[in-house]
């Protein structure tokens, strides 16, 4: 992305300096057709260019020089004998005061006004900023207070300051929102097409199960989860509900969340009461980000009792080893699990 | 005195499209030439000024056409695709947005600052930058990006600055 904006800068600077090929141009009218945030940027060098060059011609052009560059080129036309003489052209005319005329006055006012608030919020709309956990979790304060925990691996992109009426945010991933109280600015989630709306309250997105689907789960406080085409189709959560969100058919499913490990991504608490080996393989996929493989389908109907506080994977694995007899294979970002099944 | 009084005004008009200041000069000055020609015959009624705009745009859309330099959607992003109203000189604000652009120039590092006087102000193209200086191509495209960038941050604040003055001007 970063690469892009200053492919794009480059072209856009030799645009303006009149250096620009055939192949570039196109490329960038593609560009900037693609998306009216790239028009946008471009809107601002245009319009940072434009100042300078105005000033430069006010200022490079010595009218006595060019006069006479003019004449010359005068005297060399054929046709002409007479003496160049000031040209009896009628550019000033007589102000005409008739109503028309105000009426111009106002019009023109009225459009410098207008393109002069169009101009300022150009220029002072916040800027966006985007936060990216990368191997670890991190812990981030909004503009308005909130506080995010971004599961390693998701990304939060959020303006500089809330000024529209909603305070909103673009989530990647996973991540768990303590967010401040305001009731005449509602926070909104949202991914892809799909909006978690809270007025203060705690809970937990996750963007990143496998096909595109989200879920939400509510700690404390009251959220309203829908998609952004039909928001009178929400689903309002109380503490302990979890939503999912079906992306293919655009459908939110709400049920009692039966996962205690929800947030052992950010707790490193974890609880299992007679779980499945599968489930608990999952949970930990979730948690430690590596992928784990259960290679015979009998292992999976194993359960496990057990409960962990604050442990590195290894442990938690070294625990499940002794307690079902389990074989444990590490392979770079791969484990895989092997065993004779339990009963 | 009809030229020098619109000369300036056309030349930044006609920059606007060609992006070459010395393209720009020229196209203005054939379209006086034109005028001249056609004195006989043009409606003295109508304005001049919106005249000499009509030849010079078309000039201009010739010259970017004939150079492969023409598109219809930049130029519609830039409100080029029109004739544009000519507007005349703002004295008020052209001292401090003199002052401002000079500032912001001298705030640019030493090669930086020397590349973009040369492109912008001497109207050198890259190449002959490049050949100047002793440098490659792509090191005057980085420098006059990097240029450009600095000048954009440092002119935004100036244009809020600058609308809040003419909100004020106007609201007396």
Sequence with gaps: ?343 | MLFKSHFAGLCFFAQKYVKDFEAAKEIVQDAFLSLWEKRETIDMDRPVKSYLTMIIHNKCTNYLRDNRKFDQNILHIENLTDVPEYEGADSMVEEELKNKIDTAIEELPEKCKQIFVMNRYENLKYQEIADKLQISVKTVETQMSKALQHMRIRLSEYLTVFLVMVLWFLNR
């Design chain 1, 1 to 343: 992305m970063n690469d892009n904006a200053t492919y794009y800068t480059d072209l856009i600077t030799r645009y303006f300096a009149g250096e620009i090929g055939e192949d570039e141009l196109r490329q960038l009218s593609d560009w900037l057709a693609a998306s009216p945030e790239n028009e946008k940027f471009f809107k601002q060098y245009h319009k940072t260019w434009l100042l300078i060059e105005k000033q430069k011609v006010n200022s490079a052009i010595d009218i006595e020089k060019d006069w006479n560059a003019f004449q010359s080129k005068l005297n060399a036309l054929p046709e002409t004998g007479k003496a160049p003489k000031v040209i009896s052209l009628n550019t000033n005319q007589p102000k005409i005061r008739t109503p028309f005329f105000t009426l111009q006055r106002v019009a023109a006012v009225a459009i410098i006004l207008v393109s002069t608030f169009l101009l300022y919020f150009y220029f002072s709309k916040p800027s966006e900023i985007v936060v990216t956990a990368q191997a670890d979790n991190i812990e981030h304060v909004l503009p308005d207070g909130s506080v995010v925990s971004l599961h390693a691996g998701s990304q939060l992109t959020y303006p500089e300051e809330f000024t529209s009426k909603t305070r909103n945010v673009k989530l990647k991933g996973e991540a768990y929102f303590k967010v401040t109280h305001d009731p005449e600015k509602p926070f909104i989630v949202a991914s892809g097409d799909a909006r978690v709306e809270v007025l203060g309250t705690e809970f937990n997105v996750n963007t990143s199960s496998a096909e595109g689907n989200m879920e939400v789960v509510l700690t404390t406080g009251k959220v309203s989860v829908y998609y952004k085409e039909k928001p009178s189709e929400n689903v309002l959560l109380l503490p302990g509900e979890k939503a999912e969100l079906i992306a293919s058919q655009k459908f939110i499913r709400k049920q009692t969340n039966s996962d205690p490990n929800y947030m052992a991504w950010k707790t490193r608490v974890l609880v299992f009461d007679d779980e499945t080996l599968d489930q608990v393989v999952k949970t930990l996929q979730n948690v430690y980000r590596k992928s784990i493989i259960l290679t015979n389908d009998q292992l999976s109907e194993c359960r496990v009792t057990a409960s962990f506080n604050d442990q590195s994977l290894e442990s938690v694995l070294e625990v499940l080893k002794q307690t079902l007899e389990l074989q444990v294979q590490k392979d770079g970002e791969n484990i895989t699990i092997s065993g004779n099944g339990c009963n």
